[in-house]
């Protein structure tokens, strides 16, 4: 079936690196791509979005690169700090049957750990 | 703080009791969603209500009944639950046009003894 996944379970950093966390996603026809963040007793924080009409897009300390020829996801965060630790999750959105608002598939997640 | 809250924040039932989670929202957004969310796995779709009709239902068990009362709330009705249906059960919204994310609770920690 369609799913989505990350290359790397686990990520470990230094505060000031930059950090780069990948995702794979297989449907071809996912339109929406988002990046969550969720620290230990949270619910995934929204942290960036991209359509699936551009390959690039950047906020505060983070950018998001969509490469669909290869259907690969990434989140480049700069100058990670130690508050950044937590478990990352691409997540990908595909039309369902009967509904124009689709649904959210998350793909495994990332643990990202910035020592100080 | 989330502008989704979930109450309670932690639950302890028997395999016989009927409990509820409750979810509010009030920025007006017309999709709801349940997802469960096991230890170290992702978020995993229960249910989506869009303009307060349920509009996917992914095979959950009916042991698991969601409700919504009206656009700023959703409810998810337990009744004689298993062990491995512990988790964490997060509720989220969106505005329900176009791409826009989800914007999640902080869930209601569940175990089920």
């Known amino acids: 079936g369609e799913s989505v996944g990350l290359h790397l379970p686990t990520l470990s950093v230094q505060e000031g690196d930059n950090s780069i966390i990948n995702c794979a996603y297989s449907?071809?026809?996912?339109?929406?791509f988002i990046w969550y963040k969720q620290e230990s007793g949270k619910g995934p924080q929204f942290i960036i979005d991209?359509?699936?009409?551009?390959d690039k897009r950047q906020g505060q300390r983070v950018t998001v690169l969509l490469n669909k020829t290869v259907k690969h996801l990434s989140l480049q965060i700069a100058a990670t700090q130690p508050g950044d630790s937590a478990v990352y999750f691409c997540?990908?959105?595909?039309?369902?049957?009967?509904?124009?608002?689709?649904?959210?598939?998350f793909g495994q997640g990332t643990i990202l750990t910035v020592h100080p | 703080d989330t502008e989704v809250t979930q109450t309670p924040k932690h639950l302890v039932m028997g395999m016989t009791n009927k409990k509820s989670l409750k979810c509010e929202q009030h920025?007006?957004?017309?999709?709801m969603y349940w997802y469960k969310q096991k230890a170290k796995k992702p978020p995993e779709l229960m249910f989506v209500?869009?303009?307060?009709?349920?509009?996917i239902n992914e095979s959950v068990p009916s042991r698991f009944s969601p409700e919504c009362p009206n656009s700023s709330l959703l409810n998810l009705h337990l009744h004689a639950l298993q062990p491995e249906d512990s988790a964490l059960y997060l509720c989220?919204?969106?505005?329900?046009?176009?791409?826009?994310?989800?914007?999640f609770g902080n869930g209601t920690r569940l175990t089920v003894t």
């Open positions: 991209i359509r699936s009409n551009m």
């Open positions: 989220a919204s969106r505005p329900g046009t176009g791409g826009s994310p989800l914007h």
């Open positions: 920025m007006g957004h017309r999709a």
């Open positions: 449907n071809s026809a996912s339109d929406y």
């Open positions: 997540a990908e959105r595909s039309l369902a049957g009967g509904t124009s608002y689709g649904k959210l598939t």
């Open positions: 209500y869009s303009y307060e009709k349920l509009s």
